[in-house]
């Protein structure tokens, strides 16, 4: 579930996703931000309650996407206000954002949200988008993100509370080139497939993979009916 301007046909959305097979239903896509979803913690736990809590017997059911600015009021400040008033939710899982200068900041703010969902006895972390600042319009220096990219990959992969991670994005000047998979893409195809092979835990192993190649269309889709 996007935002509040999706709630009129999400009845029928999600319920056709998972007649489809979708396992897990996520909402809303940042909302804490002005520009995206901008929905008040109060009111999105309402709306949470409403739309998405009825199908936590079908589904499982992970946070609103939140951003990682730390602002009063934005970031994981929002998503504590949100759970304040959504305690009886039945979220399993808690999504968020990241844009950053470093990994170092990636890891951080991680230790960080991973802490805060544990308040509320939620065991798993979603990164559904992360890249560098300097890499949202583009790789910027090849030789940066790739470094970035195998230490992220290699935490996120030996963390048991990351459940899964969507890198930011596939698509063309990121991780393909005319439609193809570049130098990057394939250091982050080769990093994430050599690290899931030495996981112990087969949940787990799938559970990451399956995210590791959604384009920017399908991450923003899978916020809304995943």
């Known amino acids: 579930l996007w935002g509040t301007d999706s709630v009129d046909d999400w009845d029928s959305a999600v319920k056709t996703a998972l007649k489809g097979g979708s396992k897990h239903i996520l909402g809303f896509n940042e909302p804490d931000n002005a520009s995206q979803a901008n929905i008040g913690a109060s009111k999105a736990a309402t709306l949470y309650k409403k739309y998405i809590t009825p199908y936590g017997d079908s589904a499982k059911l992970v946070s609103p996407a939140i951003t990682s600015s730390t602002q009063s009021g934005e970031g994981i400040s929002w998503f504590k206000s949100f759970m304040n008033d959504c305690k009886s939710c039945n979220i399993s899982a808690m999504a968020v954002h990241w844009y950053g200068g470093s990994f170092a900041q990636l ?61 930011f994005y596939t698509a063309n000047n990121y991780l393909l080139t005319s ?48």
């Open 107 to 167: 890891e951080s703010y991680m230790k960080e949200a991973i802490e805060a969902a544990s308040k509320y006895d939620i065991d798993e972390v979603w990164l559904t988008e992360f890249a560098l600042d300097s890499d949202t319009n583009g790789i910027t220096n090849e030789s940066t993100a790739k470094t970035f990219l195998e230490k992220s990959i290699e935490w996120m992969d030996s963390h048991p509370k990351v459940g899964r991670y969507a890198y």
């Open 179 to 226: 439609g193809s998979v570049n130098a990057l893409g394939k250091v982050y195809i080769s990093t994430s497939s050599s690290s899931s092979s030495s996981e112990t835990s087969s949940t787990k192993t799938s559970t990451k993979t399956s995210t590791k190649t959604s384009t920017k269309t399908s991450t923003k889709t899978s916020t809304k009916t995943s």
